[in-house]
């Protein structure tokens, strides 16, 4: 065989493999039965005055299995839901297996995609789709993720008490704690974003009259939400 013909030969086998792989990459997952049927949002609880609440999405079947995402955006409500009813009309018939060509698809429709309120819609749909398979599936979702990396999740009380005197919040602290909880999260410095020395001092007496209330074992989070301008 001559030189030139060796170096073809080679160069034709070379790109054969690489296209078999390429073919492999590319090819799509296996498709389900289940075809979405519809799409609901679903509130905490009514709006409150100031605007946000905490947005939940059911993704139903039409094999009447559901999966849950969520799409919370403090005081964007409004975006966030009416993003979600324009992809609604996308969604409507896909199957929920294919949640990469999904979220492929519903990210390039949107002509300057990006943004919190586009992504949060995008991960509440996103969310649903993962508890949707798991379920069609029989595992729990972590499963298709690998597997777990823990047996337990510390579970944290929140909401729990806001805007009060230090006394209120060692009061509420202490009965919280009682009920078994052995993690607090707060906010003590609610208000405007531009902090006065006031706040500061009234936000760090809470933290302190929590941590009295409930003692060195129990675990406290402080939500700061940007109020601190240092």
Do not use: C
């Not at 080679?10 to 075809?35: C, H, M, N, Q, Y």
């Not at 609610?190 to 129990?218: F, H, K, Y």
Request: aromatic share 10%; net charge positive.
């Amino acid at each position: 065989m001559s030189r030139r013909s060796f170096l073809t030969s080679a160069s034709a086998a070379t790109t054969a493999a690489l296209v078999g792989i390429r073919e492999t990459e590319v090819a799509p997952s296996k498709s389900s039965d289940l075809k979405i049927r519809d799409l609901k949002i679903v509130l905490s609880a009514p709006l409150r005055p100031e605007g946000w609440n905490w947005i939940f999405l059911k993704i139903e079947t039409d094999a009447g299995i559901h999966g849950w995402g969520e799409a919370s955006l403090r005081e964007k409500d409004a975006g966030v839901i009416a993003k979600i009813e324009t992809f609604k009309k996308f969604l409507i018939g896909q199957d929920p297996f294919q949640l990469e060509h999904i979220w492929t698809s519903l990210d390039r429709r949107v002509t300057w995609t990006g943004g919190p309120v586009i992504m949060s819609a995008i991960s509440a749909i996103d969310l649903a789709l993962w508890d949707t398979k798991g379920k069609a599936l029989g595992v729990p979702v972590y499963e298709l993720f690998g597997g777990k990396v823990r047996d337990k999740v510390k579970l944290y009380a929140n909401g729990w008490y806001n805007g009060g005197t230090p006394e209120a919040y060692y009061k509420e602290a202490k009965k919280t704690a009682e009920k078994g909880y052995k993690f607090l999260k707060l906010y003590p410095f609610g208000g405007p974003q531009i902090i006065t020395p006031e706040r500061m001092q009234l936000g760090v007496d809470r933290v302190a009259a929590v941590r009295e209330a409930v003692g060195p074992n129990v675990e406290i989070g402080v939500d700061i939400r940007n109020a601190l301008n240092i």
